[in-house]
């Protein structure tokens, strides 16, 4: 990506009968967005029409393209992912809608793939209707790490600026009834690895402080109310810290939110879905952010749900919307940043102080044992 044209954001529908175009072209409708980046819809020509005349924003202009090589960049632009008609009920999730929301999420990925996009900013989809489609995944989480991982393993964060709080999740989207025997120290330590790394390159916090949450009520109470804390938690805590991750619990999360003990730390890894967003939601408000982490994209989407019960009444707030964007671009220009430091680096040097005089020696090989690096 050069430096001289802007960031290219795709952005994808989301479910058709929900509030995701309502809350796409308001968070677009500052004409001094595109002086940003160039956002990429995804979606359909014929869709977008009708929720711009629904929603009352015949105003809001858009550049319909056929082809990725049409991009403009400097103007919103909606790539027409299909020509053909699609059924709308609003508030509903149907097969239509989420045959729609998935083609939209491919295209994206395929886009990305080709680097014709840089980052992807997706709109909310319904679990329901995806799997009426036919869509394998649980959520976008583990749709990107499938089709974008690398290899890699994602982490769901959620994040907000005011107040400064991230909440990471072990688990995602499972039963609540599997959760216990999902938390392994080996996945909980690979899991605040993996955070560790993505706070120093994606939020350039160079020794980042995690708190790690209990599973169960009152962190166990030393075995009688749960032996996880004791046997599986802290001593992947511990096993974290003896590699230079400053990791530290486990926090019982009732007291650990209600005192704000939360605001010491940069980030916070919960056990399971709804230990770590519940709190997370109360306290971000209209403006959480859910950022897929871990995986060579940069991905990241508004922290709320398809909102069926608001769908075509103007009253959508596209807040969360437009923070999900200025995030993508905020991560990945200090991902950037942090892959350009590190570039070409000095040779490292060693002084040899194991005899009776100090030398200066850079026949060495990096990280030599025994050696003083400087």
């Known amino acids: 990506m050069s430096k001289e044209r802007k960031i290219k954001v795709g952005i994808t529908h989301g479910d058709i009968n929900g509030i995701g175009y309502e809350v796409i072209m308001k968070a677009l409708a500052d004409e001094t967005f595109t002086d940003l980046c160039t956002p990429v819809i995804f979606g359909s020509s014929r869709v977008a029409a009708h929720w711009r005349k629904a929603c009352g924003m015949e105003d809001f202009r858009y550049n ?150 209990s599973l169960n009520p009152h962190a166990g109470d030393g075995g009688a109310i749960g032996t996880e804390e004791g046997d599986v938690i802290t001593p992947a805590i511990q096993e974290a810290y003896n590699r230079k991750i400053m990791a530290f619990g486990p926090y019982a999360a009732d007291g650990f939110f209600g005192s704000g003990n939360y605001a010491r730390f940069d980030a916070i890894l919960a056990m399971y879905h709804d230990q770590g967003l519940a709190p997370f939601k109360l306290l971000a408000m209209e403006e959480g952010v859910n950022f897929t982490a871990g995986l060579p994209l940069v991905r990241t989407s508004p922290d709320h749900g398809t909102g069926y019960d608001i769908v075509g009444q103007g009253v959508a707030d596209a807040a969360s919307m437009r923070c999900a964007i200025y995030t993508a671009i905020d991560i990945l220009r200090r991902r950037l940043r942090y892959i350009r430091s590190r570039s070409n680096p000095l040779k490292k040097q060693y002084v040899d102080r194991s005899g009776d005089r100090e030398v200066l020696d850079l026949t060495k090989a990096d990280n030599a044992p025994g050696e003083i690096l400087i």
């Open 64 to 213: 319909v393209i056929s082809s990725v090589r049409d991009i403009r960049d400097g103007e919103v632009n909606l790539l027409n992912i299909t020509d053909e008609e699609i059924k709308l009920d609003p508030g509903v999730p149907t097969a239509q809608s989420g045959a729609a929301a998935l083609l939209s999420l491919q295209k994206a990925a395929e886009a990305f793939r080709n680097r014709d996009i840089d980052v992807i900013v997706t709109a909310p989809i319904n679990k329901e209707a995806m799997k009426m489609a036919g869509f394998p995944f649980p959520g976008h989480t583990e749709f990107f790490e499938n089709e974008l991982g690398d290899g890699y393993k994602a982490t769901m964060i959620l994040m907000c600026d005011q107040p400064s709080v991230r909440v990471a999740l072990l688990t995602t989207h499972l039963p609540i009834g599997q959760v216990a025997q999902h938390v392994t120290t080996e996945g909980v330590v690979e899991k605040l690895r993996s955070l560790h790394n993505t706070l120093r390159k994606d939020f350039a916090i160079e020794r980042p402080k995690i708190a790690v949450l």
